[in-house]
């Protein structure tokens, strides 16, 4: 299908009409291998077929760079040098070509290797360009990008290799995967329902913007880390061209809008919801983060209790570590204490890095821990003393809880439990002692021996093993009977 035009994206408030466009006879099948790169003069670079053009978005104008020769073409993708003058063209004979957009003369060919997995390492400033030689893919180099720090590089392949930060995958795959590229690991997976055909990171935002083929042709913008959809396009009749306008100056600073024949359509208001209700459909979004660490002060003062919640505000943190507060930080660990026996306090413990852990009042809760996991109640109770300001004064139910946990250890381990025991365990004596016995002989069952003061707990399956049901599965004998020809 041949199409007639092809819209270079422009930034405008509630644009009527494509604010330039730019005259093709290629097909929509070849768009999605051109890649528009921006400048810093603000000019962005558009491949169509075998010509590439130039869109000052100053002015609006638009100019013609170059058109390759046929048996060269097409142009295959675009980057600008730092200074926003010179653009290197890679052609699909594996050429690239380095040009002076403003006096639009070619400086140099750099000869590539065509399609065989190998990445060419060129320097510009010397006659012998090719300086160093890859191969780390079997087949077609597809994409590749310097980190920030040029210390490393990052290639993806037709194998399906890579070691990017955010790769996309084929008509097969079509999912945009974050990886971390020292330990190989992958940090996060997301799938587009489309072919993933580029991928580009914002220079102002933290954003990605992602261009798709087969089936949605969709263009969209992300949120990172959260991979929210900010917003998304969908291509008409099937036209898929991949967009760089990250890099382009916003002229009104207010709006976001994007346009491709119409206008991108803008994020949907935010409803009024629950903190559960975020975390179960955007538990990746950084802004539910202030709503969530509002939510571990309510849980406090409230002396209620979402394991959910905190975990999420926890990955939350290791996205953004800048923003990490460790106040609702421990504020949350001193709710996962209170919720023992659960393990919670072993799963917020591992999301929190280890410099965090490292610090006075980290440690204390980690130790804490540890008495409690042991049953050492009194070293409990003594560590406690020590941090009454950020425990027992602060958190309301602190005690209660760390009492109700410590009865139901003693349940699991004692027929009888002596007085002495059970006053270290709850970190009572004398008459608040004593109302707590009578407490509990209402309420659960206890019986208090009269000779001695000791205290008798309901029986269970752990104190009196012999409760304890079987649930072991019965075999017939006529099956174990088949094997005994066998042990003969």
């Known amino acids: 299908m041949n199409l007639n035009h092809t819209r270079i994206l422009a930034f405008r408030n509630k644009p009527q009409a494509p604010a330039q466009l730019l005259p093709t006879d290629h097909s929509a099948s070849s768009l999605h291998q051109q890649q528009p790169k921006s400048g810093s003069a603000n000019v962005l670079a558009i491949a169509l077929g075998d010509t590439v053009y130039l869109w000052d978005a100053s002015s609006g104008s638009t100019s013609e760079l170059v058109t390759i020769d046929e048996e060269k073409g097409p142009v295959t993708s675009i980057n600008w040098a730092p200074d926003g003058r010179h653009v290197a063209l890679g052609l699909n004979n594996s050429e690239v070509q380095l040009w002076d957009s403003a006096s639009n003369r ?279 003393a020590k941090n009454r300001h950020i425990l027992i004064e602060t958190v309301p139910g602190f005690e209660q809880a760390i009492q109700a946990y410590a009865t139901h250890l003693l349940s699991l381990s004692y027929q009888k439990v002596p007085r002495s025991v059970l006053s270290e365990a709850v970190n009572m004596d004398g008459a608040s002692l004593d109302k707590f016995i009578e407490h509990q002989v209402t309420n659960s069952g206890w019986i208090v021996e009269k000779e001695d003061g000791s205290i008798v707990l309901p029986q269970n399956e752990f104190n009196h093993p012999e409760l304890k049901k079987n649930t072991g599965e019965n075999v017939p004998l006529e099956h174990i009977a088949r094997i005994f020809p066998i042990l003969g």
Request: contains cysteine; hydrophobic residues 35%.
């Open 106 to 384: 070619q400086l140099r060919t750099l000869k590539g290797c065509h399609k065989n997995g190998q990445i060419v390492n060129n320097d510009v400033r010397i006659r012998s360009h090719i300086v160093e030689t890859y191969s780390g893919h079997t087949q077609e180099v597809c994409g590749l990008k310097w980190s920030g720090s040029g210390q490393q590089l990052a290639s993806g392949g037709n194998d399906n290799v890579a070691n990017l930060l955010a790769t996309g995958g084929g008509g097969g795959d079509r999912t945009i995967k974050f990886w971390n590229t020292h330990t190989g690991a992958c940090l996060n997976s997301l799938d587009t329902g489309s072919q993933v055909c580029s991928l580009l990171w914002s220079k102002n935002e933290r954003e990605l913007l992602s261009s798709h083929g087969f089936a949605q042709n969709q263009l969209t913008v992300w949120k990172y880390p959260s991979m929210v959809k900010m917003a998304e396009l969908n291509a008409a009749e099937n036209l898929l061209c991949t967009f760089s306008f990250f890099g382009l100056h916003r002229e009104h600073e207010e709006t976001e809008t994007v346009e491709m024949g119409k206008e991108m359509e803008s994020p949907k208001e935010q409803s009024s919801y629950t903190v559960e209700q975020l975390v179960a459909v955007n538990p990746f979004n950084p802004e539910i983060l202030p709503d969530l660490e509002n939510y571990v002060n309510e849980q406090v003062t409230s002396q209620t209790y979402s394991l959910d919640a905190n975990l999420c505000l926890l990955r939350l943190y290791q996205f953004e570590p800048e923003r990490m507060n460790t106040h609702v930080v421990a504020r949350i660990l001193i709710k996962a204490l209170m919720a023992m026996p659960a393990p919670d306090f072993s799963l917020c413990l591992f999301l929190i890095p280890e410099r965090v852990q490292m610090e006075e009042q980290f440690k204390s809760l980690i130790v804490l821990s540890h008495y409690l996991e042991t049953g050492r109640f009194q070293q409990f109770w003594d560590e406690a």
